[in-house]
Nanobody, 127 residues
């Protein structure tokens, strides 16, 4: 069965950096667009970033644009989220998600478009 396993979360001071990883298994990784979402306590799951199956196209939420970078290594079946200049408002559980797509440049920005989800990794940013 498909598994997405996130890692790399933790506690960091404001202004610091973290790199999240999401390792995928039991799927043909190059056929999937990948996304990162986050959910703070009492709030909805919000879009953070996504990347096309080719890796050639990326899209970011306005709140993280210029600070976060999504990338993928298709040889390792892994997608990454580099997070710099972290702020306390970035505190949340971060989830990766996978969506099968036909076109190399397809991607998705809403949770309902994704078929598979990881268990999440906690990111806490202290002020």
């Amino acid at each position: 069965q498909v598994q997405l396993v996130e890692s790399g979360g933790g506690l960091v001071q404001a202004g610091g950096s973290l790199r999240l990883s999401c390792a995928a298994s039991a799927l043909t990784f190059t056929r999937y667009a990948m996304g990162w979402f986050r959910q703070a306590p009492g709030k909805e799951r919000d879009f953070v970033a996504c990347i096309s199956r080719s890796g050639g196209l990326t899209y970011y939420a306005d709140s993280v644009k210029g600070r976060f970078t999504i990338s993928r290594d298709n040889a390792k079946n892994t997608v990454y989220l580099q997070m710099n200049s972290l702020k306390p408002v970035d505190t949340a559980v971060y989830y990766c998600a996978a969506r099968p797509v036909v076109n190399y440049n397809d991607y998705a920005r809403t949770p309902l478009e994704y078929n598979y989800w990881g268990q999440g990794t906690q990111v806490t940013v202290s002020s």
